[in-house]
């Protein structure tokens, strides 16, 4: 389950989160927003879907017209200037910054061209590895916050669209 506090404190934005992975790789993502009905899910081979129904990341390529989804950490605070600087930053450059409180459910939106991009540290792989996974299924990029790959080692993640993810990673690169 991931956004256990919202669960917790009956806020109705959590989602089952399932990931499956064969040698190092993804090959199957589920993420379940109860609340809403919908069931996001990808497959070695496949497309990505919302409730059988293909989905693809969002076209827009201008940051000033993209909606971006953060998250806050609960435990590492030895960054929190920096990111506090970084979200003061992004929220002048985007359209809008939103906090779900749920990182498999934001990175199903950025899958599904709900949100532009997405970006947080400190995270758990199990809260994000079925979200990454759609989202590169859908045509989107999945980064660390250096640009490599080791997302889920580094638990600091980067999710795009693909269109904004230079512009975006420049920022973070000033913070981190």
């Known amino acids: 389950l991931d956004g256990t506090t919202n669960f917790i404190h009956g806020i109705p934005t959590y989602a089952i989160s399932i990931a499956l992975y064969e040698e190092d790789k993804p090959v199957i993502g589920i993420v379940y927003e109860i609340n809403r009905g919908e ?7 496949g497309a990505a879907y ?3 129904r293909e989905i693809q990341v969002s076209k827009n390529d201008k940051l000033s017209q ?15 200037l920096q990111y506090m600087q970084l ?6 450059k985007c359209h809008g910054l939103r906090r779900i409180g749920s990182a498999a459910v934001d990175l199903a939106y950025v899958a599904c061209g709900r949100f532009d991009a997405y970006f947080e540290y400190n995270l758990n792989a199990y809260d994000i590895a079925a979200g990454a996974y759609l989202v590169q299924q859908a045509g989107g990029s999945v980064m660390n916050f250096s640009g490599g790959d080791e997302f889920l080692e580094k638990r600091e993640m980067l999710a795009t669209n693909g269109k904004v993810t230079d512009e975006i990673l420049v920022t973070i690169k000033k913070h981190f």
């Not at 993209?66 to 929190?80: N, R, V, W």
């Not at 979200?87 to 002048?92: L, P, R």
């Open 39 to 45: 069931m996001f899910f990808t497959f070695k081979g």
């Open 50 to 52: 919302l409730n059988n």
């Open 66 to 80: 993209s909606l971006l989804a953060t998250g806050f950490p609960y435990y590492q605070f030895d960054k929190q």
């Open 87 to 92: 979200f003061t930053e992004m929220m002048q």
